[in-house]
């Protein structure tokens, strides 16, 4: 009797037992390969709200990590951001206005996306000369 | 293949451990491991034993030391029990009169941990319970033995005078060569030992206090803190700033923390009670847990007797009829909901955990102490849960996964919130300041379909998909100019009242019946301006029809708000899906709710 009560006790559990799913985690890493540092100052409706700088050949990372998921890209809050070449030639990025670089920073299809396994993801995004070249161009007026 | 489960997959990493003091006896320095196993030393001779006492009394006849003669008897019993099954583990541990040990009390400790198990009981079973009952105590029907027949002067203030009693103690620690090192400099000017509370501050670290602090510590409450001298035990839990202080003693004590409360307790990865052992001493014990398993241990008590005893902002507590047995396993993982009471159904089961909480990231670092801090919320929200659905598993059963995992995640948001907001950190959590955390708002239909922010976007007054989203260029795709905020639709005619009625924009008519204006018509009643397209939600503001901007349709629309958990918990209990919630929130829509806002944010969920 005994036996068969274990029994019934070990089927409910493993019908009633909350496990929970596996956590994704969420890797975000912007990398500067512009000869010179970035600076990335961040703008949330229109109040600054933070600063980055990123030397040549370096990167900044982030890590998210939850059950239910992971936010797309950009890693940070802001919905505009002003993007600083070597101290001297800068551009705004948006989320929502009108862009003037080709690859918004706060657009999450500006970023490359690897799906590592089932529970990772790698998020990519990397300033090169290219980005230096446009932003110049912007200043330019062309 | 579930106890497989339970017991053959776990194994328990003790190998943390680092110095928490150098404390000194007397001339003896003895170094306190924090971590682990507690390790036995040598067994003691008893001075407490009848035997020792009447020896020692003998001894003090002979000097004609004593003022009184005394009647050295069984006072009380040193005991121990043997709990096979999770009932008689629940029955001993009902008996409030009893303070247990897992570890016997007349050895030396030589090194502090935090559990232990006697070598000759299987892992997964409960080791020996050892206590100290008064001499006539009725035994529980559980396999128990009388380890030592004891007389205890120190329960004898009223029989024995204080001089006689501490002769006599002094007596049989001599004899029994358990006599501290000299202590004259504690002694007062008789050459005795003056009284003194055990007291001191329990603290654990907590990453989010260590971002504004330097030490990153916050007060441990409700800690259970026991200081024993032999077999004498006095107990306090520590308050809202971590402190304690028990009953008074005489000599040093040994201080330890047993991580358990009246409604839960808290046990290692094979479901063994966990401890703080801390050291012997006679001065106060001041302890900050820093590391370890013990700072895991300490952040998921703080979070569990959060959620038992402290402001919850009106959500019920669990009372789960048993209690809680939560399990750390200081491994990589999440958390394990093993359901409430199901042992009644099984008498002569083992002793299962409820709970497992992980501790670690997928890299192998710890995870922050505030997401060990939720994750136990989030656990124990389902223990609540269940319990709402009148403690049973089998109704439990039949409420989706959906719904029962979004609201452990609203309530692990709302508590843990709740308990930063406390702490000082006002912003914790709040979706304008951080991207990602328990908030959700940055949940899509890109990520689980199970873990939704469905409740706490009840509750919340954030709209994902305005505040998070990339907004379309039309912001107006349902009609309307956008003005900046909304999409204006109209105005009625001047002195006529702009309405909504059956979810129809309306005006009262000119005179009688007029409805001059174009696109408008004459119902019988009213005006009839437009129907209100069934994925926008319209309003009226200064008299003018309006309708909600598009966000980014990959967010949920989140225009409700109104309820509160309190709310939302009552008719938890009648929800088992998305239909059933439906019906609910609109059967108890608080003031500014329509059933638009319900169906307009509940249909991102019905079409995922």
Known sequence: ?142 | MSIVFFFGCQKDQSGISHDISNTEIGFEKLTIQSEGLIVLGKKLDNPYSVANMQQAYNNLLQDSTLTQSLNIRTTHLYIRYLPKTNDEEELLLSDSTLELFDYPLDYEISSGGTFFQDPQIAIGNVTWQYCVVENGYQFLPIQYEVLSNLFIPEYLEGEINEDDINYLVDEALTITNNNDIDTTNIKNTKGKWSKWSPSGYINCYDDIVATTTDDGMTPVVGAKVRARRWFIIKTDYTNSNGYFETGQFRRAVNYSIKWETSKYDIRNSVSIQAYFNGPKQREPWDLDISSGKSLRYATIHRAAYRYHFQNINGLKRPNVWRRLKINYIDDTGTGVNWGNNWQIFVPGSPVWPNIKIWGKKNNGDYKPTNDIYSTTIHEIGHSSHIELMNGGLIQFSQVSKQIYESWAEAIEWFITKIAYNDLGYSDYDDPDHYLHGDHKQWWTSLDSHDYTPIFIDLVDSYNQSIEKGELPTNRCPDGGAFDGSNCYIGSPPDGENAFIYADNFYHTPVECCNCPQQGTYFDGANCFKMDIPDNSIGFIWNNSWYLYPAGDTDYPYDRIYGYTMNNVEQILKHVYGLSSLRSKLKSNKPNGMTDKHIDVYLNYYFNL
């Open chain 1, 1 to 142: 009797m005994k036996k068969i009560l274990l029994i019934i006790a070990v089927i409910i559990i493993a019908n009633s037992c909350i496990k929970e799913t596996p956590e994704i985690y969420g890797y975000y890493t912007i990398t500067n390969q512009y000869e010179n540092e970035i600076e990335l100052k961040l703008f949330n409706n229109g109040i600054y709200s933070d600063s980055l700088n990123i030397a040549t050949d370096e990167n900044i990372e982030y890590t998210f990590y939850d059950k239910a998921g992971i936010p797309q890209p950009p890693p940070f809050i802001a919905d505009s951001l002003l993007v600083i070449f070597n101290d001297s030639v800068s551009v705004m990025h948006y989320r929502n206005e009108e862009q003037l670089v080709e690859r918004s920073l706060l657009l999450d299809e500006s970023w490359t996306e690897l799906n590592v396994n089932e529970y990772e993801y790698r998020f990519d995004y990397v300033f090169s000369e290219d980005d230096y070249l446009e932003a110049v161009e912007i200043l330019l007026g062309n």
